[in-house]
T-cell receptor, first 112, second 111 residues
Framework: DTGVSQDPRHKITKRGQNVTFRCDPI?????LYWYRQTLGQGPEFLTY????????KSRLLSDRFSAERPKGSFSTLEIQRTEQGDSAMYLC??????????FGQGTRLTVV | SQQGEEDPQALSIQEGENATMNCSYK?????LQWYRQNSGRGLVHLIL?????REKHSGRLRVTLDTSKKSSSLLITASRAADTASYFC???????????FGQGTRLTINP
């Protein structure tokens, strides 16, 4: 499968725990995006990488959120001290250049 | 806040009928895209229309763009049960490095 891969697909965690999600983009894509989607809403932009550089972060990305793309390939999104409001689908997308972006299947996070 | 606003928020029609969804946006754009999302899954790109285009077709899909009204519509003809999904418009502003999505239209095709 040469599409965008996200792991895990589902994560249930207790409030206060830390979670980390991984995204493997399409191999030749230098741009990587993270979005968050709550039930019944459209995806909201979180952050954007070009190669290993994080070039833009949304105000939605509080201090508890951190994203990395250490070698310009895969990316991780970590949420520290999870809250119930963090429950959402976290989507990763990659592209060579906008407007075309290819999305993964997402990681559904449930904080209990 | 979201740049795009879809209308209606939900649409339920009979199989074989046409479905029309609308999207409005606020700022100048280079292009507008429509995506489909099946329940609990990722987004799948459907069609892109550039700001200098007025209409585009792809199979059973027809997209129109009116930059003077800052609006777009997606028409799905001869709907099928498999078209049941949420549909989102996404815009890329001039110089922007991200896509901005609307709230989506939940389309249900009844057999």
């Amino acid at each position: 499968d040469t599409g965008v891969s996200q792991d895990p697909r589902h994560k249930i965690t207790k409030r206060g725990q830390n979670v980390t999600f991984r995204c493997d983009p399409i191999s030749e894509h230098n741009r990587l995006y993270w979005y968050r989607q709550t039930l019944g809403q459209g995806p909201e932009f979180l952050t954007y990488f070009q190669n290993e550089a994080q070039l833009e972060k949304s105000r939605l990305l509080s201090d508890r959120f951190s994203a990395e793309r250490p070698k310009g390939s895969f990316s991780t999104l970590e949420i520290q001290r999870t809250e119930q409001g963090d429950s959402a689908m976290y989507l990763c997308a990659s592209s060579l250049a906008l407007p075309e972006a290819f999305f993964g299947q997402g990681t559904r996070l449930t904080v209990v | 806040s979201q740049q795009g606003e879809e209308d209606p928020q939900a649409l339920s029609i009979q199989e074989g009928e046409n479905a029309t969804m609308n999207c409005s946006y606020k700022t100048s754009i280079n292009n507008l895209q429509w995506y489909r999302q099946n329940s609990g899954r990722g987004l799948v790109h459907l069609i892109l229309i550039r700001s200098n285009e007025r209409e585009k077709h792809s199979g059973r899909l027809r997209v129109t763009l009116d930059t003077s009204k800052k609006s777009s519509s997606l028409l799905i003809t001869a709907s099928r049960a498999a078209d049941t999904a949420s549909y989102f418009c996404a815009t890329k502003g001039q110089g922007a490095q991200k896509l901005v999505f609307g709230q989506g239209t939940r389309l249900t095709i009844n057999p």
